[in-house]
Structure formats: C-alpha cells, structure tokens
C-alpha cells in the first residue's frame, strides 16, 4: 500500500469551516489526501451530492494535494480501491469519542490495515457541525464565520425566502375598527 494517500469520508452537508481547516491539516501531512463524499446517505441531505462535490472542489482549488471522490457501500472497500492507508477524522470534543472510537474499530475490524488518524480542528471551530449550520440557516442565523464565504452563499440561494425576512420588520397587528 501507498503509505501517502490518507481518505477523508464524510457526508459534507454542507463542508464547514472545521472541515476545511481538517483538510488543510490532513494536507500537510499526507502525501495525498482524497475528501470522499458518502453517496445513498440514509439522511436526505440539503445539498445534492453534486453540490457538495463542486463546493469542495471550489474550496480546496489551491491544496494541490487534496482530490474530491464520492463513493457508496463500504468505507474501507473504497479506501483499498485507491490505495490509501489512512482514514482522516476530526474530533471536536470529548462527545465526538465515543461514535468515531465505535467507527475506528468496526472499521479496523472489516480491514485490519488500514488505520484511523483522529485530528483537532482549531478551538474556534469546535463547536460547528453541518447539521447546527443546517439549522442555524434554516432559521435565517448567520453562518458567516462557520462555512466558508462559497458554502454560505449556496446556503442563502437555497433558503432565500428565509434570509430574505431577516431584517424586516414583523408585520403590524391589523388595526382594530372602532365600534360606532
Ligand atoms: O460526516 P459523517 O456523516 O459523520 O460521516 C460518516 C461516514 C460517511 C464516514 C460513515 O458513515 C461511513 O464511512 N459510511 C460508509 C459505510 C461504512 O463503511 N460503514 C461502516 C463503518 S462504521
């Protein structure tokens, strides 16, 4: 095995700041690193996996070693298909342990050579997860300093309605009509 290539599997929806600041440390330290997009998600994800293949493929233009993939079924079938002999993981908090150790070792279980490496994004994202910046943007919050400038962008051409309100004043009450 090529002991360079490293695979980043996740759902990605939408990439955030913390993914991006993993894949920024993934590359430096692997030769190459390959962001794979999980496909047939059970969720039904807000960006369609063609969403998510071009903005990561956008914000990752200028990591030379960084190539965009999606692939289906197992995990560790695909990351044999290209090579790779590790698997990059972000943990955020101590709450993050529990299902990436269960993953690391089911996986580790199905292909015993192929190990896990868990890395930190830095502090000021360690709260940010796709699903709080889903919420965050369906309820008209900003998102600016949690997904890259692109994503929120693509999340506000999505939700339009909703940012559209944001701002505006809340409708007066109808007046009511004197009695004569
Ligand atoms: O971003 P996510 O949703 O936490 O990523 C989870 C992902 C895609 C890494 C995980 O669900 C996965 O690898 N799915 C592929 C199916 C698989 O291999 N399952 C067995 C490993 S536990």
């Given at each position: 095995?090529?002991k360079?290539?490293?695979?980043?599997?996740?759902?990605?929806?939408?990439?955030?700041?913390?993914?991006?600041?993993?894949?920024?440390?993934?590359?430096s330290?692997?030769?190459?690193?390959?962001?794979?997009?999980?496909?047939?998600?059970?969720?039904?994800?807000?960006?369609?996996l063609?969403e998510?293949?071009?903005?990561?493929?956008?914000l990752?233009?200028?990591?030379?070693?960084?190539?965009?993939?999606?692939?289906?079924?197992?995990?560790v079938?695909?990351?044999?298909?290209?090579?790779?002999?590790?698997v990059?993981?972000?943990?955020?908090?101590?709450?993050?342990?529990?299902?990436e150790?269960?993953?690391?070792?089911?996986n580790?279980?199905?292909?015993?050579?192929?190990?896990?490496?868990?890395?930190?994004?830095?502090?000021?994202?360690?709260?940010?997860?796709?699903?709080?910046?889903?919420?965050?943007?369906?309820a008209?919050?900003?998102?600016?300093?949690?997904?890259?400038?692109?994503?929120?962008q693509?999340l506000?051409?999505?939700?339009?309605?909703?940012?559209?309100?944001?701002g505006e004043?809340?409708?007066?009450?109808?007046?009511?009509?004197?009695?004569?």
């Open positions: 095995m090529n360079g290539i490293a695979i980043y599997p996740g759902s990605f929806d939408p990439p955030t700041n913390g993914h991006l600041d993993l894949i920024q440390r993934g590359s330290i692997f030769e190459e690193l390959v962001v794979a997009i999980l496909r047939n998600s059970e969720k039904s994800p807000m960006f369609s063609a998510r293949l071009e903005m990561l493929r956008e990752t233009a200028d990591l030379p070693n960084v190539r965009i993939d999606t692939f289906g079924g197992l995990m079938e695909y990351a044999k298909s290209i090579d790779a002999m590790c990059l993981r972000g943990i955020r908090a101590v709450s993050d342990y529990e299902y150790l269960q993953m690391a070792l089911m580790r279980k199905l292909e015993p050579s192929l190990e896990t490496v868990f890395m930190m994004p830095a502090l000021k994202y360690s709260y940010v997860s796709s699903r709080l910046v889903r919420e965050v943007a369906q008209a919050g900003p998102v600016q300093e949690l997904v890259p400038e692109a994503v929120e693509k506000r051409a999505k939700l339009d309605p909703a940012y559209k309100l944001q004043r809340e409708p007066e009450a109808p007046k009511r009509r004197k009695k004569k």
